[in-house]
């Protein structure tokens, strides 16, 4: 008898998290990972400011809370958000476990079984095994060097297909690291209405700009309310803290907000509570200036060791921020089997095929996170990875 139900028991796990086992012996230059600098946590004052809020404010901070979130920090939350011109005055806004879930309930809430959902290709695995996992189609769509291919998207996939949704990560996506240009952000939005579908726009790298001019998010260009926005304290602050955010249009979030008390009531408030007072305790702003700095610096030492040590043939996005470096390899190689070979030299990254609709379609591109890596380690993991190409 088959246990497992069928809208799951097609999906894999993060090839990401099983590269992590092959790395806790600690001893491999890890260049697989997704996370910020733990350098960077402000974990001092975190602990002055747990140890407060549990000595003042125990009670609330270990009971049950609201499903929409702590509404202290949803104020300093759309504060910033305001800067921007994200929140409008038809949105309403929410509090989530990550922005991992705002993708989950995005997908619970508006895509039926079997519904199209285009997605980059490449894109961020859990993104797309949260709509596998409610057995949506999904559509790749091809992105380019300024960000998801419109050409491609209306003429082979629009005229062609309803769907329902486009999942996008335009700024400093992930794998790639490419960010889509104004231009394009304006003209998703024209084809959305045209062809009547929503956007859920993915920004966890937004504010680690380190060169170049900022774009404005596609949320603060939409006047139709056709764009659900997804954000994240995760790269910026902290991402054990699991806090993200939702922005979208009140009819939407409405359904959305149900779908969160059925999985998981709300977001631990404890939590929340110290988000909000790191937010309002430090300057954050000069604290993600330094974020992008620091992160800045190691990707153009990532790039300058790439440009030495790599063979010539191989290409790579050049990222203005993020966390991502994108490798083509431009030749027959399996970057699966690829990994195997680098893991025994000391080395890891995430295989090209992991961040792909179709997963089991052989890739020659793989994905580098500097963020985590020291200086050394980079050099070091770099010239390994040269050696091996």
């Not at 809208?7 to 090839?15: L, Y």
Request: aromatic residues 8%; neutral net charge.
């Amino acid at each position: 008898m088959e246990k497992i139900a069928n809208r799951v028991s097609t999906i894999k796990g993060s090839a990401i998290r099983e590269i992590f086992k092959v790395l806790a012996n600690g001893n491999i230059i890890s260049f697989a990972g997704g996370a910020p600098d733990p350098a960077l946590f402000p974990a001092d004052l975190m602990s002055d400011l747990a140890a407060g809020i549990l000595k003042n404010e125990g009670a609330l901070a270990l009971s049950y809370g609201i499903t929409e979130g702590y509404n202290p920090l949803k104020e300093e939350i759309i504060k910033r958000l305001k800067r921007q011109n994200i929140i409008s005055e038809n949105d309403n806004f929410i509090i989530t476990t990550g922005g991992q879930q705002v993708i989950d309930l995005a997908a619970k809430s508006l895509v039926n079984e079997f519904d199209k959902v285009v997605v980059e290709d490449p894109s961020f695995i859990g993104g797309l095994n949260s709509f596998r996992s409610y057995n949506a189609i999904l559509i790749p769509a091809p992105v380019l060097d300024d960000g998801l291919d419109l050409d491609y998207l209306e003429e082979k996939i629009l005229k062609k297909e309803k769907i329902k949704l486009l999942y996008t990560i335009p700024t400093f996506q992930n794998p790639s690291g490419i960010t889509m240009s104004l231009e394009k952000r304006k003209n998703l939005l024209d084809l959305a209405e045209k062809y009547d579908f929503l956007i859920l726009e993915d920004n966890p790298y937004g504010e680690l700009r380190f060169m170049g001019e900022d774009i404005p998010t596609i949320k603060s260009l939409d006047k139709l309310g056709r764009v659900i926005y997804a954000g994240s304290l995760s790269k910026v602050l902290s991402p054990g803290l699991r806090i993200g955010f939702c922005a979208a249009d009140k009819n939407i979030l409405e359904k959305m907000i149900v779908c969160k008390q059925v999985s998981d009531v709300h977001t631990p408030v404890l939590n929340q509570m110290l988000a909000h007072r790191v937010l309002c305790s430090m300057d954050f702003d000069k604290h993600i200036q330094k974020a992008q700095k620091l992160y800045g610096e190691k990707c153009a030492h990532m790039l300058a060791c790439m440009d030495k040590y790599f063979p010539q043939g191989v290409k790579y996005t050049r990222p203005e921020g993020g966390i991502f470096i994108w490798v083509d390899l431009k030749k027959d190689i399996d970057t699966k089997e690829l990994l195997k070979v680098a893991v025994e030299r000391g080395v890891a990254f995430v295989p090209g095929a992991t961040c792909m609709v179709d997963i089991e379609k052989p890739s020659n591109k793989l994905r580098l996170n500097y963020s985590l890596s020291t200086f050394e380690q980079i050099e070091k993991g770099i010239k390994i990875l040269a050696e091996i190409l």
